[in-house]
């Protein structure tokens, strides 16, 4: 496995982004290390500690190693929107080559204080850090309000950069997390965007960054989903982010919308199929069909041998 650094460097360096999946459980994995081969793309395979909490560190650990050693192109192991040192050491030790501490929620002192310990544990053990400057709204493991929710300060983030000396940066520019990102019409700071990008050289990271697809939403309403207001963040969006230097894309509602809609449909057409693999197995590719299309749309398709 390599670390985000390395695959995120490369992909600044060239003008794309590379997609930052979050993982569960061995479908979501198998759809993501099959796009990443199909379409000849680098990927970050991300845990959140919900997801730790659900299946477990060894286990994802070792699924996530193991699939990185059956690829030739480059797959990291992140941990997203770690929120302790304490799970930061748990996941190093278990060979992340990449953590997120997100002391967000903090003032910015202790922010810095608490990603500059990360990163002194992470350059112990080669990996690259993330941290966040700013708040996102959203569905989160403790959830932030839309009213709480802060913009990335330019100044401050270039100042946050020199004191921790992190590697990648997530910045807050409008988005958030889940299924349904904005009332009106979707609207993201790009001029902040570019006024970040003029402060500092860092890598920088889009969190909340499905675009909740109406396809998608279409076939799990279709089939009983209730999920009506839900919309993400559009393409073009996307595209404008990578092009102002973001290169770190982050994606997991698109995957649970994805993975809803085709589970509801083989329960609503075929009643007496009681086999998990028939159940789960169509999830698992609609999941890589998302995965395959983001990686198109991000640039990082072709990019890896
Ligand atoms: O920020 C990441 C997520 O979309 C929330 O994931 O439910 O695994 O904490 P989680
Ligand atoms: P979405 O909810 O937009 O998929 O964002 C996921 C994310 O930022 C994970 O860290
Ligand atoms: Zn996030």
Same mark, same amino acid.
């Not at 793309?41 to 059956?70: D, F, Q, R, W």
């Not at 941990?79 to 967000?104: E, N, P, Q, W, Y």
């Not at 028939?278 to 590719?285: M, R």
């Given at each position: 496995?390599?670390?985000?650094?390395?695959?995120?460097?490369?992909?600044?360096?060239?003008?794309?982004?590379?997609?930052?999946?979050?993982?569960?459980?061995?479908?979501?994995?198998?759809?993501?290390?099959?796009?990443?081969?199909?379409?000849?793309?680098?990927?970050?395979?991300?845990?959140?500690?919900?997801?730790?909490?659900?299946?477990?560190?060894?286990?994802?650990?070792?699924?996530?190693?193991?699939?990185?050693?059956?690829?030739?192109?480059?797959?990291?192991?992140?941990?997203?929107?770690?929120?302790?040192?304490?799970?930061?050491?748990?996941?190093?030790?278990?060979?992340?080559?990449?953590?997120?501490?997100?002391?967000?929620?903090?003032?910015?002192?202790?922010?810095?204080?608490?990603? /500059?310990? #990360?990163?002194?544990?992470?350059? =112990? *053990?080669?990996?690259?850090?993330? @941290? %966040? &400057?700013?708040?996102?709204? $959203?569905?989160?493991?403790?959830?932030?309000?839309?009213?709480?929710?802060?913009?990335?300060?330019?100044?401050?983030?270039?100042?946050?950069?020199?004191?921790?000396?992190?590697?990648?940066?997530?910045?807050?520019?409008?988005?958030?997390?889940?299924?349904?990102?904005?009332?009106?019409?979707?609207?993201?700071?790009?001029?902040?965007?570019?006024?970040?990008?003029?402060?500092?050289?860092?890598?920088?990271?889009?969190?909340?960054? /499905?675009? #909740?697809?109406?396809?998608?939403? =279409? *076939?799990?309403?279709?089939?009983? @989903? %209730? &999920?009506?207001?839900?919309? $993400?963040?559009?393409?073009?969006?996307?595209?404008?982010?990578?092009?102002?230097?973001?290169?770190?894309?982050?994606?997991?509602?698109?995957?649970?919308?994805?993975?809803?809609?085709?589970?509801?449909?083989?329960?609503?057409?075929?009643?007496?199929?009681?086999?998990?693999?028939?159940?789960?197995?169509?999830?698992?590719?609609?999941?890589?069909?998302?995965?395959?299309?983001?990686?198109?749309?991000?640039?990082?398709?072709?990019?890896?041998?």
């Amino acid at each position: 496995m390599v670390t985000n650094r390395e695959i995120m460097s490369v992909a600044a360096a060239e003008g794309y982004a590379v997609g930052a999946f979050n993982i569960n459980h061995l479908e979501t994995l198998l759809a993501v290390v099959e796009a990443v081969v199909e379409e000849r793309s680098p990927a970050i395979v991300s845990v959140t500690p919900s997801a730790i909490k659900y299946a477990g560190l060894e286990y994802l650990a070792a699924m996530v190693k193991v699939a990185a050693g059956k690829v030739s192109q480059p797959v990291s192991l992140h941990l997203d929107h770690g929120k302790d040192v304490d799970v930061v050491i748990r996941c190093l030790d278990a060979g992340f080559t990449s953590v997120m501490i997100d002391a967000s929620n903090l003032s910015f002192e202790e922010n810095v204080e608490m990603t /500059s310990r #990360v990163v002194e544990l992470a350059r =112990e *053990k080669g990996a690259s850090v993330e @941290a %966040e &400057l700013g708040k996102l709204a $959203g569905v989160e493991e403790s959830s932030v309000e839309e009213k709480d929710a802060v913009l990335t300060d330019p100044v401050a983030a270039k100042k946050f950069v020199e004191q921790t000396g992190v590697d990648a940066l997530a910045v807050a520019i409008g988005t958030s997390h889940g299924a349904y990102k904005f009332k009106g019409v979707p609207k993201l700071d790009f001029d902040r965007l570019g006024r970040i990008r003029e402060k500092t050289d860092v890598l920088l990271v889009l969190h909340g960054a /499905s675009s #909740v697809p109406a396809w998608i939403v =279409e *076939k799990a309403t279709k089939y009983g @989903a %209730e &999920l009506s207001g839900a919309r $993400g963040i559009p393409e073009e969006h996307i595209k404008r982010a990578t092009s102002l230097g973001v290169s770190k894309i982050n994606i997991d509602t698109d995957l649970r919308l994805a993975f809803t809609g085709a589970v509801r449909e083989v329960l609503a057409t075929s009643r007496s199929q009681y086999d998990p693999r028939k159940i789960v197995g169509p999830a698992k590719d609609a999941m890589k069909m998302v995965v395959k299309g983001k990686m198109r749309l991000f640039g990082s398709a072709g990019k890896a041998t």
